[in-house]
């Protein structure tokens, strides 16, 4: 069936990039995402993008995504501490509404 | 300011009780889902619902029900509580088509004893 990989964790020093991978297997997923999650509190889109990109910036986030390969990437540029949370990865699925979700990575950064 | 909320951030049951936990929001969303966190496992999809008195089975619906009467509200139901049932639980909603973005609401940390 539908599945999203990420690795589990993953540390940084504040200042330095980060980029947190992802793999999935449904290459019919209209849209892709980013959520952030942090300690103690529900999820919330970081950023999104549409399947025919390859590309989308947003400040200090650029997300990278190759269908060939079904990998979608985040870098987080100038990492600071506050950045410190767990990313899941995710698509969209066929039957409207429903997402698939990655198994999260938590991004650990340190002064 | 879109909101989802959760009845209780905490929830500390015994093992056989009957626990009920409830989502709003405040969006107008046809769509609502119910998933639970667990460590290493990420978000897994429970049930959800596409419209009032509608649900459907997600990846895991064993030992869960739920329920929605309003558009509003959409309850998770654990007829009989056991301990592998202790997990975050997160509700959410989203509108149909366009994006699918779904709001979060802030988890419900479940223990069961």
């Known amino acids: 069936g539908e599945d999203v990989e990420q690795s589990l964790f993953l540390s940084v020093r504040e200042g330095d990039s980060s980029v947190i991978n992802c793999t999935y297997t449904d290459s019919s997923s209209t849209y892709l995402y980013w959520y952030k999650q942090e300690p103690g509190a529900g999820l919330q889109l970081l950023t999104y993008?549409?399947?025919?990109?390859d590309m989308k910036q947003d400040q200090r986030l650029t997300v990278l995504l190759n269908k060939k390969d079904k990998h979608l990437s985040l870098r987080i540029a100038d990492t600071q501490t506050g950045d410190s949370a767990i990313y899941f990865c995710a698509e969209s699925y066929n039957q409207g509404g429903k997402l698939i979700f990655g198994q999260g990575t938590e991004l650990s950064v340190k002064p | 300011d879109v909101k989802v909320t959760q009845s209780s951030r905490y929830l500390v049951k015994r093992t056989g009780e009957k626990v009920f936990l409830e989502c709003v929001q405040d969006m107008d969303h046809e769509n609502m889902f119910w998933y639970r966190q667990d460590p290493g496992l990420g978000l897994r999809l429970i049930y959800f619902?596409?419209?009032?008195?509608?649900?459907e089975k997600g990846d895991i619906p064993e030992g869960y029900s739920v329920s929605r009467e309003k558009k509003e509200r959409f309850s998770l139901i654990l007829e009989s509580a056991s301990t592998n049932q202790t997990s975050m639980y997160l509700c959410?909603?989203?509108?149909?088509?366009?994006?699918?973005?779904?709001?979060f609401g802030p988890g419900t940390r479940l223990t069961v004893t």
């Open positions: 619902s596409y419209d009032v008195k509608m649900k």
């Open positions: 993008i549409f399947s025919n990109m």
């Open positions: 959410a909603s989203s509108a149909p088509g366009g994006r699918n973005e779904q709001y």
